[in-house]
């Protein structure tokens, strides 16, 4: 009788982590305010600061967990485990995507700031395609989630220092903002004490807007804590998932180039 107690409360403890809500946060769009061009004294003032603030973004490798939350056409919550590489040197990063359950590897990708080349392990094949979405394939149902890399890889690998520093950018100082257009959407980085806080995307070209909201440890902002994601359709304004990715373990150490192979 005491087994089978104890083996209902694993269950429940099990459901109940498995049922986790994702934070859902807010789009906040462009500013009111006026934006400056790049040259402009007070641009340069903030850029200054956010540079001081900001890490020299080292190498790392760290474990972690992704949910995947959709809502159309139902409800849904996949749960993913992983592990991460980045090298400072080549600003390449490399996820490998497991099963929660077994630990096995069922996918890796590799990517730089133009490119990302996807393998599944049961196969040869690599895939390889510019910087944007990746369609994540849940190795249980087989079904497939859309989830905007760009902003992701800004947030693991510090890219949004290049990013911020290009002469078209544009600057919103007084709401610590900055805006730039690029091939795939327009991108706004939103800064808090000079650290990167949110990261929004319109893509009228791909039909979505993307928010990404970093969450850090005071000690340490890289690689960070905690990155949630959000997509909404520009059609219906409604949100079709939330990703939530925590990263565990983190260590900041040189990794070797032969990891940046399949």
Do not use: W
């Amino acid at each position: 009788m005491i087994h089978r107690i104890l083996f209902l409360l694993l269950i429940v403890l099990f459901v109940s982590c498995q049922s986790t809500e994702v934070e859902d946060p807010n789009f906040l769009g462009k500013a009111e305010g006026k934006y400056l061009p790049a040259k402009d004294t007070s641009s340069q003032t903030f850029l200054k600061q956010v540079l001081e603030k900001n890490p020299n973004f080292p190498s790392f490798k760290s474990d972690f967990s992704m949910q995947i939350q959709t809502f159309i056409p139902k409800k849904e919550n996949v749960y993913l485990d992983g592990k991460v590489y980045f090298s400072k040197d080549t600003k390449q990063i490399k996820i490998q995507l497991m099963d929660q359950f077994f630990g096995m590897v069922f996918s890796e990708l590799i990517a730089n700031a133009d490119q990302i080349q996807l393998k599944p392990t049961s196969t040869k094949e690599i895939q390889t395609l510019p910087m944007g979405d990746i369609l994540i394939q849940d190795p249980n149902t087989g079904k497939k989630y859309a989830i905007p890399f760009p902003v992701i890889y800004s947030y693991l690998t510090g890219n949004y220092i290049d990013e911020i520093q290009n002469q078209k950018a544009r600057f919103n100082t007084n709401d610590s903002r900055v805006y730039l257009t690029k091939l795939d959407g327009e991108y706004e980085y939103f800064f808090q004490d000079g650290n990167l806080d949110r990261l929004e995307l319109t893509s009228n070209k791909r039909g979505l807007k993307a928010i990404a909201i970093v969450k850090s440890n005071q000690k340490q902002t890289h690689p960070p804590k905690e990155i949630t994601t959000k997509v909404i359709s520009l059609d219906t304004e409604k949100e079709n998932v939330l990703i939530q990715i925590k990263l565990k373990k983190s260590q900041i150490t040189e990794v070797a180039s032969q990891v940046f192979r399949f």
